[in-house]
């Protein structure tokens, strides 16, 4: 079936050390997204890729980084500089430019301790 | 900064009765308005949205109203269902597609 996977579903870093969040999307969309969402809050636009080779930053890519070598696969790497870093992280994508309607994956929750 | 917010954190109907979300905005140069459905552990999934330019939509079993004077947002459900408990997220988008802000959400809980 068609969808966006994240992986893994839980995990769990030592205060530190860069972690890779997953997200690859059998679509065939050409925008990808990831947000952070923290409890009681809604989503927020870390980084969004229009194209493979693209990418831009959203509203707190600080301490985040992404790559876009395919069109199927956005993972985001999660650096030492993020300062509050454990979240719920939620990847997205759309089919074309100007569309409204985002498809999201189950989402990773991260604990950094 | 523009932001996307909510008037009510939790909403609590019983089955049966129709439900309304309501969302405030400030954005005045948003193309799209939508609503997301959140289930717990799990992604938002689209429910629907509606273009600035208009003020109604309806879908199955839902009805977005958009009223521009206000800058407010509402999303009604008809006749809630248990499967109707999750949290709803409004969004506003412009740009293109690319930048949408979504609301700190609704928690809907649906009593049997």
């Known amino acids: 079936d068609g969808g966006i996977t994240q992986s893994p579903k839980y995990l769990f870093r030592k205060e530190g050390q860069n972690v890779t969040l997953s997200c690859e999307q059998n679509?065939?969309?050409?925008?990808m997204y990831w947000y952070r969402q923290d409890p009681g809050q809604g989503l927020r636009l870390i980084y969004y890729?229009?194209?493979?080779?693209?990418?831009q930053k959203g509203d707190i890519a600080e301490g985040y980084s992404v790559s876009r070598e395919k069109k199927e696969s956005f993972p985001l790497t999660v650096t030492s500089a993020q300062k509050n870093p454990t979240a719920f992280y939620l990847c997205?994508?759309?089919?074309?430019?100007?569309?409204?309607?985002?498809?999201f994956g189950q989402g990773t929750r991260l604990t950094v301790v | 900064g523009e932001s996307v917010g909510l008037h009510l954190p939790t909403l609590s109907v019983q089955e049966g009765d129709n439900s309304i979300i309501n969302c405030a905005y400030s954005?005045?140069?948003?193309?799209?308005f939508i609503w997301y459905k959140q289930e717990s552990g799990k992604g938002p999934q689209f429910i629907i949205d509606i273009r600035s330019n208009m003020d109604k939509r309806q879908g199955q079993r839902v009805t977005v109203l958009l009223n521009k004077t206000v800058k407010h947002l509402s999303l009604q459900i008809a006749a809630t269902q248990p499967g109707d408990s999750a949290v709803y997220f409004c969004?506003?988008?412009w740009g293109g597609g690319f930048k949408t802000i979504f609301g700190a959400g609704t928690r809907l809980f649906v009593k049997a």
């Open positions: 954005n005045s140069a948003s193309d799209y």
């Open positions: 679509l065939n969309h050409d925008a």
């Open positions: 997205a994508s759309s089919p074309r430019q100007g569309a409204t309607e985002a498809f």
């Open positions: 890729s229009q194209i493979v080779n693209d990418f």
């Open positions: 969004a506003e988008n």
